[in-house]
């Protein structure tokens, strides 16, 4: 992907690789991306940690129980959420990309994460 405000960078680069995840998504059930898409994503969470009280409120119980599904899986098997990164900055590439990753499920996975 372009660098962002580069002269090769497209409005939207996001949109593109939502359709190669959908894509892919009619033929495989798993999936991992390579790279960082020259985003920036600073301490931005990349997965939804969900609040009991607010989705119990609105009445998307089984929601919050999917979602806390993978907070749990993150506890039980030793995952550590908490990431170092060597982004000081955030970019809008980073919003995006954290937005798309938390559409699709899908998490980073450096070195550091896991123990």
Same mark, same amino acid.
């Given at each position: 992907?372009?660098?962002?405000?580069?002269?090769?960078?497209?409005?939207?680069?996001?949109?593109?690789?939502?359709?190669?995840?959908?894509?892919?998504?009619?033929?495989?059930?798993?999936?991992?991306?390579?790279?960082?898409?020259?985003?920036?994503?600073? #301490?931005?969470?990349?997965?939804?940690?969900?609040?009991?009280?607010?989705?119990?409120?609105?009445?998307?119980?089984?929601?919050?129980?999917?979602?806390?599904?993978?907070?749990?899986?993150?506890?039980?098997? #030793?995952?550590?959420?908490?990431?170092?990164?060597?982004?000081?900055?955030?970019?809008?590439?980073?919003?995006?990309?954290?937005?798309?990753?938390?559409?699709?499920?899908?998490?980073?996975?450096?070195?550091?994460?896991?123990?």
């Amino acid at each position: 992907m372009p660098p962002e405000n580069s002269k090769y960078a497209l409005e939207d680069p996001y949109v593109i690789l939502q359709k190669g995840i959908d894509m892919l998504c009619k033929s495989y059930s798993h999936m991992r991306c390579f790279g960082d898409f020259n985003s920036r994503i600073r #301490h931005l969470q990349d997965y939804i940690e969900p609040y009991c009280e607010i989705f119990s409120e609105i009445q998307l119980n089984e929601l919050y129980n999917d979602l806390n599904a993978d907070v749990t899986h993150f506890d039980t098997t #030793h995952i550590c959420t908490q990431m170092s990164h060597t982004d000081h900055v955030g970019n809008n590439y980073g919003y995006r990309f954290i937005d798309v990753l938390k559409l699709n499920n899908m998490y980073i996975v450096v070195c550091v994460t896991l123990h």
